[in-house]
């Protein structure tokens, strides 16, 4: 695998290919990779010819209060685990290639609305991060096909809706959750836990089926699941940020109609916000 820093090179590496006709994935990720992230790769192959990984981690994103400074790096380990996964090409921007300009004075994308919901409630500003590095993200690598996990489902939609809005030439594929045996979903943040708080937060899954199995039955009272869930996540002594009940196709509220829904979860355990979500039709 060849790993890039600096942007000439990585332009030269990807219009070599695209000179030879190759059609190219991209899996943007933050590193700390794990099995999640790895499945994108492996999506990614069935693909495309060549796959780009990219590890960066976006001070965009990350709110002043929030674990920037201790967002665990581990590049070896991840540089050593695309490799055996065949990765072509690693790319490892300086956050001054990313953003030439101060944070504050840097051009960005902003989706209204829809950024500021569910997550972006209480992550002010987090979305405008997400959908800004992917954006020059998208502008070096120029991708055909950019692969996302579902695992973040708002952040999945909002970069379906930048490319469709942006018009961008690229085909956004969203990667079914990668989850440990408890049911707990794979995420960087799992770092944080011990193996007690893990087992601990797979009441989040568990409570997400429990809605789901509900509302197929035809139960509507989106109220009453909501406080059956929230005991059930705090009894396992976690604390509640958000349970929404979604449309899944707009992301406004569930209403008695819908029939394609999301229900998302997010929680604090010990030092760690861990979101979660499934998707089902009725
Ligand atoms: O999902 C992530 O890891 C990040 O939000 C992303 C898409 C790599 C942008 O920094």
């Not at 509900?214 to 509640?240: F, P, S, V, W």
Request: net charge neutral.
């Amino acid at each position: 695998m060849k790993t890039v820093t600096q942007i000439n090179d990585l332009r030269a590496t990807i219009n070599q290919w695209r000179k030879a006709g190759q059609k190219i994935a991209f899996v943007p990720t933050m590193g700390n990779l794990h099995d999640g992230h790895l499945s994108l790769v492996d999506d990614a192959f069935m693909r495309a010819d060549k796959v780009v990984v990219s590890i960066f981690v976006n001070p965009m994103q990350f709110g002043a209060n929030e674990d920037l400074d201790n967002y665990p790096k581990t590049l070896a380990a991840d540089s050593a685990a695309l490799t055996e996964r065949g990765v072509n090409l690693l790319y490892t921007p300086a956050v001054k290639d990313i953003y030439p300009r101060p944070l504050k004075e840097q051009t960005y994308v902003d989706i209204p609305k829809i950024s500021n919901i569910i997550c972006g409630e209480t992550r002010l500003n987090h979305f405008r991060g997400v959908t800004t590095v992917v954006t020059k993200l998208f502008n070096l690598v120029q991708p055909d096909i950019a692969c996302f996990g579902q695992k973040d489902f708002q952040q999945l939609f909002l970069i379906k809706r930048m490319v469709e809005d942006l018009s961008m030439p690229i085909q956004i594929i969203g990667v079914p959750t990668v989850r440990e045996k408890s049911g707990l979903a794979m995420s960087s943040r799992n770092g944080y836990l011990t193996p007690e708080e893990k087992q601990l937060a797979s009441v989040l899954y568990s409570s997400l089926k429990y809605a789901k199995q509900y509302i197929q039955q035809g139960h509507k009272d989106y109220k009453h699941i909501k406080q059956a869930m929230q005991a059930n996540i705090e009894q396992a002594d976690l604390r509640t940020d958000y349970i929404e009940f979604r449309d899944a196709n707009t992301l406004a509220e569930a209403t008695q109609d819908t029939t394609n829904f999301v229900v998302l979860v997010a929680a604090f355990i010990a030092s760690a916000r861990l979101i979660d979500n499934i998707e089902f039709s009725i």
